[in-house]
Structures are given as structure tokens and as C-alpha cells.
């Protein structure tokens, strides 16, 4: 996998999570303060008006205290209670002005009245008599006694009694006139009330308490206050009942904060709902992502990278010391396939080969798709030729592909190593031996062995040496005789390279492809070209053949660089043959085509190499419109080795003159091949029989020895006849 391409979206993955959680602790957040808020809200409204309450209690304890002390002081300071109290009949007065009306009386509910010494003389409740000492206990002593010792001010107080609170006043009864502190004898007058239910609830309405009522001093209650006998002791409590006004708002407010608690709830559980579903989308994407970076679009296969991961994966394993095979294959004739059926097939052929890779064997741990048509399999352990000849066997039967039946082949390379080898590394290692086996012919297996990096190093050196060479002009041409099969007289010269490298002579057959390869070849063909031409200048009656290479026709300033160097050397291009090899008709016909057709317009002439060898068909000949087809040197030399040798060489040369089109023969050593070549129709002989290639200087001296025996000439050039047996010429290639 490519980390870079899901490092992104597993970032988005972490961003959601992130704000998806960001957003439900704001929302848990809110809905916790707001909570907060409102319990705080109405328990403080309940306890203001809890602490509102104990106030207004007090308030009615005072009035309640107050108005028996406003009474009591009344009755007691009051000239004819005096009189009355210390004349003759004090029990009658009382009875009459105070017993008597305790009966029925709002004020009080009852008296008593004592004589200076503390003794009860009248004592009235309801009016009816009733003993204060038994009922009240002898506080109510201490009460009078209080009374006796006070001045003008009523002394108040609360007694229980039978489970009743009372509110009890005395005073000493003096006249209104007296100035305080006269001489005694002073009465005491008591009146008494009795704190009912009624007298309490008609004194807390106005205070707004609710359920003002007597508790007993056990009795658990917050909100009541404590009231002290005489003596100082509990005597029972004034509870009332809390109003919770806090409580009741929160009533009043309760559906608007569930609704609004509700939609938070909903828009939290939609922020959790969206924030999972996008962190799931971003994980499949990422997943997807990560899959894509790793496998193939047509195939579905591993792809390089996905390769390279599965390789680490398996030497991890440590099956074997960790050791892996790679087996690399390449596809033989794809691009032709492609060229000739259409992308849509060649997808199809690419698929069908996968699928039977898939299939192979369960010694694969992992087949990938590196490029066009380039495939690997991974296979755990030292190497097993058992995969390879499974792959080669897949060829051996044609692939059917929409009614079109299409044979390809394949070259595999294979490299072996223990897991200290990184995967990158045996990649390179399988790619070299592929190479190798490409180069070796194809449908071929090579195992990698370090001599082919020797080789490559080697190969390496050559190239730099090569580009050295070109520059210097060192890549020189010899030429080679081509001669009339008529009379046996020299009609032209091929053009070949040769390089004198430091390391020694290098054959063509190594430094051209060399030079295809390190895009140095048009360098090379406009060095050839123009060094020919310098020479060929000088042989006025001769055709000069110049080899080209495929890659130089497919570059589409060929032709461009043709007539310029033929421009420049005043040179007739009617006298210039451009040999090709098929090879280039079919991997780019319309290139070919436009470069041909442009050079031929001036009058160059094309040669088609090599013929015989290869596939060019007949309609190829055709239309590219050769004006010359040189037969392939291995149909000659195959005359002496196959019996049907002289039937498919004759078969060959039929064809070609059947078009129309003169043939040349390549490679004749012997005269028979001569002799045989001339009947079956060749008009031009080539080979070390009628000379091998020589140095320019070569051509001049073998041109001025038959220079006064000049023959008839045709085309308007003339030929110059060369001896069967002529003398050695200096052989170029030794
Ligand atoms: P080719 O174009 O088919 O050239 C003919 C080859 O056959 C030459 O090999 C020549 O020396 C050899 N030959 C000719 N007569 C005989 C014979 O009687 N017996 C034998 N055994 N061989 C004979 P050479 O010079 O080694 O060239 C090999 C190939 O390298 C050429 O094949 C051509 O394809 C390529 N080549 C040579 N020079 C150039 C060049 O300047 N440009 C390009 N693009 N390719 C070149
Ligand atoms: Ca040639
Ligand atoms: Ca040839």
C-alpha cells in the first residue's frame, strides 16, 4: 500500500471522530449546565422563601405575643382594677369584670388572678374554674412571681399543657396615675390564650405561611421555630408547611425544558448517527483507497507496489529462512495483438491470462500485474521449475477470444533469495533475467545469476564508450558489393557499421541494438549516413545502400534528417536505398508510411530487409510500395541444411517478383547458391562470394581496376564486374 494515499483519509477519519466527539461533550456539557441552572435556580427560590417563612413565623409569634400584652396591660393598668383589688370584694370584680367573660372571649380564654403573696384567689378558663398550678405545673409560679417584680410591662410566655400551647400574660395590677415604684400591695393579673389551629391560622394568613401549626419538640421538621417554657426548656415547636415556589416554577417550566432537552437529545444522537456514519464512509474509502493503491484496475491482481508488500509479507513468514521466488513473465506478441485487434481484446487476452495465472498452482502465494503485459508470481521457497514449465504450458494452447482465435507466448525470468535480499532488490534481479530472456530468443526461462549484473555493468561501460564513439565519429561504414546476378558486375554498396572500440571490435549485432536501446541509434544512423555518402560521392556509377533502424523510422524527424545530410552533400537521393526490416511496418505502419512516402517523393529508395524471416505480409509488400526486397541470409544458408530448403527460398523470390518487385539475395558463400539464386529469379547477388564488406578505400581501388573494362550499364549507372576469384579484399567484420 501506498501510504501516502490513505494517510489523508485516515486523517478525515480522526477529524470526525474528533468533532463528532467534540460535539457530543459541548452538548452533554450544555445540557449539564443547563440542568444545573435550573435545579440551582429552584432550589435557591425554595430556600429564600424558606428563610422568608421563618421571618414571617417569628412576626406572628411577636403579634400573637404583643396583642395578649396589649390586652393583659389594659386590664392590669387600670385605676378601678386597682381600687377593686385592694378593696372589699376583689374575687367578685374579678369574676364579674374578667371570669365572667373568659367564657366567650376573642382576647383571652382565660384568667387568674393571685394576691400579693402569689395565691390564686379566681381563676377562670372557658369560664369555668380550673386550678393553673395543676394544669400549667408550678412554672406558672415563677410566672406570677415574674409579674409581681415587673414594672408597667406584662410578662409573656408560653406554657403546653395536655398537648396545647398557651400564650400566658401576667402584670401586677396598679392604677393608671401611679408612678412606678409606689409602695404594694400588688395583685396579679394573668390571662391566658390558647394557641388553637384557628387563632394560629387567622395570624399566619396575612404573613403568607402555610399550615401554621404546633409540633411537638420531637418532631422532625426544618421549618419550624423552637419556643422556650419559663424555665428555658423546649416546649414545642411552630411548624409550618413549605410552599416551594422554586418547585412549582420548575412545574410551570418543565414541558418547555423537556422539549427543549429533547431536541438537543435528537440533534446530539443526529450528530453521533452522522459522525459514525461519515467516519464509516472514510474508513471504506480509506480501505478502498488503500486496496486501489495496492491492485491492478483491469485484472483486479496485485500491482508493483501491492507486489512489493506481499513479497515483505511472505519472507516474514520465514518458511524456508524467509526465502522467495519471483517468477516475472512477459508476454511475447502482445503488442502485436493490441496493433492488430484493438485495445478491447487485448484487455480481454490480459484478463484471460490473469485469471489462468490465478489458477496455476497452490505453490503461488500472490500473483501481480506489474505493467502492459508483464505478470508475477510469488511463490514461498527456493525456486521451483514446476511454476515456470505451468506458465509455459498455459501458451501452448491458444487463447479464444470473441470467435478470434490468438496465440502469444511468454518469457519468464526468475530470481531466488533468503530474506536479507529486499523485494525491491529481487524485483530487479527477476527483471534482469526476463530481460536476458528476451534478448535470448523468446518462450524462453532464465533464472537470475549474478553474471548477468556483470553483464549489464559490462553492457553499461559499452554504452558510454558508444556515445563516445558517436560523438568522435568513430563508428565508421565498410560496404559491401551488390552485384549484378545478370553479368556478376558491382551495382551498388551496402553501407555497413563498424566500431573499433577500446575494448576491441564490437559486431553491429551488439551496438545497434545497444544504441536502440539508449536512445542513441538516430545519432549513430545520421553518422552512418552521412560517412557513406562521403564516400559514395566518389563512386559516381554506384547505388549506396544505408541500413535503418525501426526506431529511427518511427522518430518523425527522419525524414527531415535524411535530406538535410543529403542536401548537404549534393548527393542524388535517386542513388539512395534506405533498407528496413518488417518489424517496424507492423509495430507503427502509419509512422512508416508517412516517412516513406515522403522520402520517396525526392526519389530515395526503400529495401525491405531480412525478408523471409519474419511476417510481413504480402499486402505490406504492397502498399508501402518497396522498390526492392532483400531475401533473408538464412533462407540461403538453410538451401545446404533442409531438404525443402530450395522450395521456400524459390517460393519466397516468386512472391516478391510476382509484385513486381526486384530481389536481392544476401549471404551467398558458394556459387551454387549463386547459381541457384540466379534461376529462382534474384537480379542482385550480396555475400562474401562477390566480396565482403570493405573500407571505402577498398571500393575506390577495386573500382579503378576495372575502371577501362567499364560494361553497359542500366538504369543509366554503370556496374562494375567483380571477379569470382578476385583478391582478398580487406574484410571489415575481422
Ligand atoms: P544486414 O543488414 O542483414 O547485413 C548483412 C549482414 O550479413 C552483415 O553483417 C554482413 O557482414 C553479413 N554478411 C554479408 N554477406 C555474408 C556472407 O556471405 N556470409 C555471412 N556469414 N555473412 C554475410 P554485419 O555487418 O555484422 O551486420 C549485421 C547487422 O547489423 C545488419 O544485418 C544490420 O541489420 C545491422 N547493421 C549493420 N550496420 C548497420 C547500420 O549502419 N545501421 C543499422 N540500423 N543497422 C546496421
Ligand atoms: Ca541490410
Ligand atoms: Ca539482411
Known amino acids: 500500500m501506498d501510504s501516502r494515499n490513505t494517510t489523508p483519509r485516515t486523517g478525515s477519519t480522526v477529524t470526525v471522530a474528533c468533532a463528532t466527539a467534540f460535539f457530543l461533550l459541548v452538548g452533554v456539557t450544555l445540557t449539564g449546565l443547563m440542568m444545573n441552572v435550573v435545579t440551582t435556580m429552584v432550589a435557591s427560590a425554595d430556600r429564600i422563601d424558606n428563610a422568608r417563612a421563618e421571618r414571617a413565623a417569628h412576626s406572628v409569634v411577636t403579634a400573637l405575643e404583643g396583642r395578649l400584652a396589649a390586652v393583659t396591660g389594659d386590664n392590669s393598668v387600670w385605676d378601678d382594677a386597682y381600687a377593686a383589688s385592694v378593696g372589699d370584694d376583689p374575687v367578685g370584680w374579678a369574676f364579674t369584670n374578667w371570669a365572667k367573660t373568659s367564657a366567650d372571649y376573642p382576647l383571652y380564654d382565660g384568667v387568674v388572678v393571685a394576691d400579693p403573696t402569689g395565691r390564686i384567689y379566681s381563676s377562670y378558663m372557658k369560664g369555668l374554674v380550673f386550678d393553673p398550678v395543676t394544669v400549667f405545673g408550678p412554672s406558672f409560679q415563677k410566672q406570677i412571681q415574674a409579674a409581681l417584680l415587673g414594672g408597667r410591662e406584662p410578662t409573656v410566655q408560653f406554657f403546653a399543657a395536655g398537648g396545647k400551647l398557651f400564650l400566658i400574660a401576667s402584670n401586677a395590677i396598679q392604677p393608671y396615675a401611679e408612678p412606678v415604684g409606689l409602695p404594694k400591695p400588688r395583685h396579679v393579673l394573668t390571662f391566658l390564650k390558647e394557641l388553637t389551629p384557628a387563632v394560629l391560622d387567622a395570624q399566619a394568613t396575612p404573613y403568607d405561611l402555610n399550615g401554621l401549626r404546633v409540633a411537638t419538640a420531637a418532631e422532625h421538621t426544618e421549618l419550624a421555630i423552637d419556643l422556650l417554657s419559663i424555665d428555658g426548656n423546649p416546649l414545642g415547636r411552630l411548624a409550618w408547611e413549605e410552599k416551594h415556589p422554586g418547585s412549582e416554577l420548575y412545574h410551570v417550566v418543565r414541558p418547555k425544558l423537556i422539549v427543549a432537552l429533547a431536541i438537543l437529545l435528537v440533534f446530539l444522537i443526529g450528530i453521533l448517527v452522522s459522525g459514525a456514519t461519515e467516519t464509516r464512509r472514510l474508513k471504506a474509502l480509506a480501505q478502498t483507497a488503500r486496496h486501489e493503491a495496492a491492485h491492478d484496475g483491469l485484472t483486479g491482481l496485485l500491482n508493483r507496489s501491492g507486489l512489493l508488500q506481499e513479497m515483505g509479507r511472505v519472507q516474514n513468514l520465514r518458511v524456508d529462512d524467509g526465502s522467495l521466488t519471483l517468477h516475472l513473465i512477459d508476454l511475447d506478441g502482445f503488442k502485436a495483438v493490441n496493433d492488430s485487434w484493438g485495445h478491447a481484446v487485448g484487455d480481454e487476452l490480459i484478463k484471460q491470462v490473469a485469471h489462468a495465472f490465478s489458477n496455476l498452482s497452490p505453490a503461488v502465494d500472490a500473483v501481480a500485474r506489474l505493467g502492459g503485459d508483464e505478470f508475477a508470481l510469488v511463490q514461498r521457497g527456493h525456486l521451483s521449475t514446476v511454476i515456470d514449465k505451468a506458465v509455459l504450458a498455459i501458451f501452448r494452447t491458444p487463447f479464444v477470444i470473441g470467435g478470434r482465435t490468438i496465440e502469444v507466448g511468454a518469457s519468464l525470468g526468475t530470481a531466488s533469495a533468503t530474506a536479507i535480499i529486499e523485494p525491491l532488490e529481487i524485483l530487479r534481479r527477476a527483471d534482469m533475467a526476463l530481460y536476458r530472456a528476451k534478448e535470448d530468443g523468446r518462450g524462453r526461462v532464465v533464472h537470475y545469476d549474478p553474471s548477468l ?74 553518422l552512418m549516413l552521412s560517412a557513406s555518402i562521403i ?90 510500395g518497396f522498390d526492392r526486397v532483400k531475401i533473408d541470409r538464412s533462407l540461403v544458408t538453410a538451401l545446404g541444411e533442409k531438404s525443402n530448403g530450395k522450395d521456400v527460398l524459390e517460393a519466397t523470390v516468386l512472391l516478391a517478383t510476382a509484385l513486381n518487385i526486384p530481389v536481392t539475395a544476401e549471404g551467398i558463400e558458394s556459387t551454387d547458391q549463386a547459381n541457384i539464386l540466379r534461376a529462382a529469379g534474384c537480379d542482385q547477388l550480396q555475400g562474401y562470394l562477390h566480396g565482403k564488406p570493405m573500407r571505402g578505400e577498398d571500393i575506390d581501388a577495386l573500382l579503378d581496376r576495372h575502371l577501362p573494362t567499364r560494361p553497359e550499364t542500366r538504369s543509366g549507372h554503370d556496374a562494375v564486374a567483380v571477379g569470382k576469384r578476385r583478391p582478398a579484399h580487406r574484410n571489415g567484420t575481422s
Open 535 to 624: 564516400h559514395a560521392k566518389r563512386w559516381k556509377d554506384l547505388y549506396l545502400s544505408v541500413n535503418v533502424s525501426p526506431l529511427q523510422l518511427c522518430n518523425p524527424d527522419f525524414p527531415k534528417t535524411v535530406l538535410s545530410i543529403v542536401e548537404r552533400e549534393s548527393f542524388d537521393p535517386h542513388r539512395l536505398t534506405l533498407e528496413i526490416t518488417e518489424g517496424v511496418l507492423i509495430a507503427n505502419p502509419d509512422q512508416a508510411r508517412r516517412a516513406i512516402e515522403s522520402l520517396k517523393r525526392v526519389g530515395v529508395r526503400f529495401a525491405l530487409d531480412d525478408f523471409g524471416c519474419g511476417y510481413a505480409s504480402i499486402g505490406a509488400l504492397r502498399t508501402f
Open 453 to 526: 549484473d556483470v553483464e549489464r555493468e559490462q553492457l553499461s561501460l559499452l554504452e558510454a564508450d558508444l556515445r563516445l564513439a558517436i560523438t568522435n565519429g568513430d563508428i565508421t561504414p565498410v560496404f559491401q558489393p551488390l552485384v549484378s546476378a545478370r553479368d556478376g558486375r558491382v551495382r551498388g554498396v551496402e553501407a555497413l557499421a563498424r566500431w573499433q572500440a577500446p575494448t576491441g571490435n564490437v559486431s553491429p549485432e551488439t551496438f545497434i541494438p545497444l544504441a536502440e536501446r539508449s536512445g542513441l541509434i538516430d545519432a549513430l544512423g545520421a
